[in-house]
Structure formats: C-alpha cells, structure tokens
C-alpha cells in the first residue's frame, strides 16, 4: 500500500471538512490528517476511504465516520503518555489516531475474527497498541487504572466496571442510548466518589456486547 501525493490531498480535504463541523483541537486534527485511512479499505473502495462517512468493514461492524473518531477523541483530551483503554478495536482506526496523539493505547475487540485481523494489519503500518479479546463492557481490570477510556459501541447504560477502572480525574467517553441513537456521555472522576457528567449531541453507533452492554 502507498501513502501518495493524492492521498495525502484527500486527507488535508477530510481534515477540512471536520474543521467546519466543529473539530477545534489541532492535535486531533493533525493526528487525523495522519493516519493513511485507505490503508483500512480494499482497493475497489478506496474512493471513500476518505468521505466523512461510516464504513463497512466485515462481521456486522463499521469503521466509525471521522467526525466521529475525531470528536470523541477531543472530549477524550489525551494528553501524550496517557494510558487510554479503547472498547471496541474494530479495524483500528481509532487506536492509530489516539496513538498519534501520543497515547499508550490497550485496545479490546468482543468479535475474534475483526481481533485477529487488526492485530496482524496494524503493526505492519507501524501502529503497536496492545490487542485484547473479549468483552470491554466490563473493562480490562488486569490493566486497570487507566487515565482515560474511549467505548466505541453504544451502550444501554455506563458500566459500573468502567467507573471503577478509571484514575482520579480520569475520563470516560461513552454513547449511551438505543439501539438506534446513544448520546455522548463524558464522565470525569473527581474522586472515589464523585463524578461530573457532561452530555453531547447524540450519535449512532452499533451495539456494545457483552455483560455490562446488551448481553451476547
Ligand atoms: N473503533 C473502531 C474503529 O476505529 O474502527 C470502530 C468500532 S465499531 C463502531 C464497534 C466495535 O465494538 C465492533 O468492532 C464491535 O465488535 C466491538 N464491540 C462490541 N461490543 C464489544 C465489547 N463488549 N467488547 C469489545 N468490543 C466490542
């Protein structure tokens, strides 16, 4: 695969159109500008590897819209060596672009087959997060405390386990809702005890298996 003179144009347009959507973080920005997303599409699709738009990646799930990544990134406020639990690795997208905010990312992925796939392809595009599966809804707690923890599936609620897997003045983002719309949900714990909640615009994301998600 080659990164060329053409896609690195498509991707200064994608980091364009994100701007005029309301992206303001230019880490984020440039972390998106980045990250060679046609490396994730097969060569028949590549025309939309850059289109602001969610895309099919095999078993059911999606590659999230940029606007997306880059906004929960930006709630996410990663500051560089931030240790940062992804719920939800599907192709990768998302832990490229934290990586290139300077996160050391622990990614976890509920379907073993999109798990396997990701964990062989990233590395070879020199992204090395460290892959784990099964399911994220009740965190990682062999790894836990992390600083901040991104869930990229919509869920029914926030996970208990997830609260208690963050740091003091560690954040949370997370789409809670339906199974056709969640809003974005960020929570900063305070302390032991105390949580601020923040609410955003809602989104639409696929569903967040598993025992604090919507079961199997
Ligand atoms: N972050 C991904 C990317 O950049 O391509 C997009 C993720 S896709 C919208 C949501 C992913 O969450 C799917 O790959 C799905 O299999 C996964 N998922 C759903 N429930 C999960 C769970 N309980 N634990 C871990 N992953 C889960």
Redesign the pocket.
């Known amino acids: 695969m080659e990164d060329s003179y053409r896609h690195r144009g498509m991707r200064r347009s994608l980091v364009k159109t994100l701007r005029a959507k309301g992206i303001n973080s230019e880490a984020v920005l440039e972390a998106i500008g980045k990250v060679p997303r046609h490396f994730f599409f097969d060569n028949a699709l590549l025309e939309h590897a850059y289109q602001d738009k969610a895309f099919p ?1 095999g ?1 059911g ?4 819209q940029p606007f997306t ?1 880059a906004f929960q990134s930006e709630k996410l406020n990663v500051a560089s060596g931030d240790k940062v639990l ?10 490229c672009v934290l990586m290139e905010l300077g996160a050391n990312v622990y990614t ?4 073993k087959v ?1 798990y396997e796939r990701t964990r062989n392809f990233l590395p070879k595009m020199g992204y090395k997060p460290r892959f784990f599966q ?4 009740k965190g990682l707690p062999r790894h836990a405390p992390f600083d901040k923890i991104i869930v ?2 919509g869920a029914p609620s926030v996970p208990e386990s997830l609260i208690r897997q963050l740091n003091i003045g560690g954040v949370l983002i997370i789409p809670v809702g339906d199974n056709e719309k969640q809003k974005m949900l960020r929570l900063t714990k305070i302390d032991e005890k105390k949580i601020r909640k923040e609410e955003f615009d809602y989104f639409s ?6 025992e604090e ?1 919507w079961g199997r």
């Open positions: 990646i078993e799930q999606t590659i999230s990544v992804e719920i939800g690795t599907g192709s990768g997208y998302q832990a976890i992925e509920y379907n999109l099964g399911d994220g809804s990229t599936a994301f696929v569903p967040l298996k598993g998600g």
